[in-house]
């Protein structure tokens, strides 16, 4: 789960794709915004069955918050994928 959850980190807040034009330069209010949700949800207590479960996981979670640093902050399709990525913790965060 920790190497899944630094890959989160990687992918999500280390890198950036410079050739879209919202992910390349992004407003710092974003930058603290998408850090303060990744870091929170790093620190969830989630459980799997196996590594293959794990994985699907965190892929999909991954790509949400992928297609998400696309969107213009705040915009319906950012919230979109605000609550796309609400749902799928749901599936696997433990109380």
């Not at 998400?68 to 609400?86: A, G, L, P």
Request: contains cysteine.
């Amino acid at each position: 789960i920790s190497y899944w959850k630094s890959e989160l980190i990687d992918f999500i807040i280390l890198q950036q794709d410079a050739f879209d034009d919202i992910d390349a330069s992004t407003p710092m209010e974003r930058q603290v915004y998408m850090y303060s949700k990744v870091i929170d949800v790093c620190r969830m207590q989630v459980a799997f069955e196996d590594f293959e479960e794990c994985s699907a996981f965190y892929k999909k979670l991954i790509n949400l918050f992928r297609q998400m640093n696309y969107q213009e902050f705040h915009s319906d399709e950012f919230k979109r994928y605000e609550t796309e990525i609400e749902e799928h913790l749901t599936q696997k965060v433990q109380a």
